[in-house]
């Protein structure tokens, strides 16, 4: 008779945990407290539009080979407009342009840096990957600024070359994030060739990509997805876990079981294995204008608060008049609590820098994760639990994990397959 597992949380981590178990043979029940599955990966209504606004902009890199799998094994990849050749767009405040691409060519013809900080940056990328994971695992307790200014980076190409791929993937910028967490993202995203750079953008709204094809997924080999049902406290007896204790009173059993909750509310459910990690906000702002404003998929504004812009009209195909750029701020701990409004004029107005397209801003919604990730700071490796509990039946799953990654996309599905693998070895072990 086939086992049964009970996963909680229906995020990224919790949907490949329940596939990964579903592939082995285990009747999944994955129970979600939202409407519906995919965790951070959301989008939500749009009133005016009648469509879904993203609640924020997930960047894929070739990289993400656990992430790329999910989405294959989904039927979804075609979702995820992937670069055939790396191109990233950096636009000046006076609307001069340059463009990084595989040839070693560009990065020497990189106009905002240096030339002499060109060198040291080309320099840095290539120590970095050949750095291995016993050199990097060392540099935890250390700031990421601190580590590339002993690799000879100055503070003009931290913030204007370095941050721009640090500052996203961590969700803090240099100064406030762990060099082993750098480390480990930029030797795997630059340091083994420029094609591991490549992006992948999402052109469906987040909120539909992964849900209803991993419910299908799961329902297809003999599970069910339960949504609106929230994990109160694991239950247990006789030194192992019996069920977990659902709002409103009743008891889910199941043989074996994966814990894929934030690691905030993992405090409420299961306190001792809760880490005592903190927070780090996220914002998006939409702005719509009367016009086209540029024709780039996406881009990088230098010296400016505000990192990464993306022509939404144009990678989700919309062929609605006007122009929606959706331009993300993360580490946004001194923008999460403005007004909307100073944030859209204030984002209308770097844009206004840099393009001269007449357009007119028509309407702007500004969308706030305040507990977007776990903060990547310095000394947060030895306060993330792997995906065993001291239960031989329970089990962990997240980003916030000892997946060696931030808080990505890819760490997320990196720690799901882990817990799956976890628990199935432990299941045959006994």
Known sequence: MPKTALVAGGGLAGIAAACALADAGWIVRLVEARRRLGGMVASFPDRTSGGEVDNG??????????????????????????????CIPFIGPDGSRSNLTESAI????????????????????????????AEISHLDSIPCAAWLEDLGQTP?????????????????PAERASAAL??????????????????????????????????AYIALRGGSVQPLATVKKVAIAGG?????????????????????????????????SAPPLGHSPILNAHLWYDRPVTDL???????????????????????????????????????????AAEIASDCDAEIKRRFT?????????????HRATFTSAPGTAPLRPGPKTRYPNLFLAGAW???????????????????ASALAASASAT
Not at 60 to 74: R, W
């Open 156 to 172: 003009a190409s931290i913030a204007r070359f370095w941050d721009y791929f640090i500052c996203p993937a961590l969700n803090e």
């Open 357 to 369: 397209a007449p357009a007119v801003l028509v309407r702007f919604l500004v969308s706030r994760e």
């Open 240 to 272: 192992a876990v019996k069920g977990l204790e659902m709002a409103g009173g009743r008891l889910e059993k199941a043989d074996a079981f994966v814990l894929a909750l934030p690691h905030a509310e993992l405090a409420d459910v299961f306190p001792e």
């Open 401 to 419: 994990t000892d997946t060696g990654l931030p808080a990505t996309m890819e760490g997320a599905v990196r720690s799901g397959r882990a817990a």
């Open 57 to 86: 902009e997930h960047i894929a890199i070739e990289a993400c080979t656990e992430l790329y799998d999910l989405a294959a094994k989904l039927g979804v990849a075609d979702r995820i407009r992937r670069q055939a050749s790396l």
């Open 297 to 339: 998929d996406f881009f990088a504004m230098v010296d400016s608060r505000v990192h990464w812009v993306f022509n939404r009209s144009k990678l989700s195909e919309d062929r609605a008049p006007g122009q929606h750029l959706s331009f993300s701020v993360s580490a946004a701990h001194d923008w999460a609590h403005r007004p």
């Open 106 to 133: 560009s990065f020497l013809m990189f106009r905002f840096l240096s030339l002499a900080d060109r060198w040291r940056v080309a320099r840095a990328i290539r120590r970095i990957g050949k750095m291995t994971d």
């Open 182 to 215: 750098a480390a480990r993202v930029l030797r795997d995203a630059m340091g083994r060739g420029p094609r591991l750079a490549r992006f992948g953008l999402f052109k469906a709204p987040l909120g539909t990509v992964f849900g209803d094809p991993a419910a």
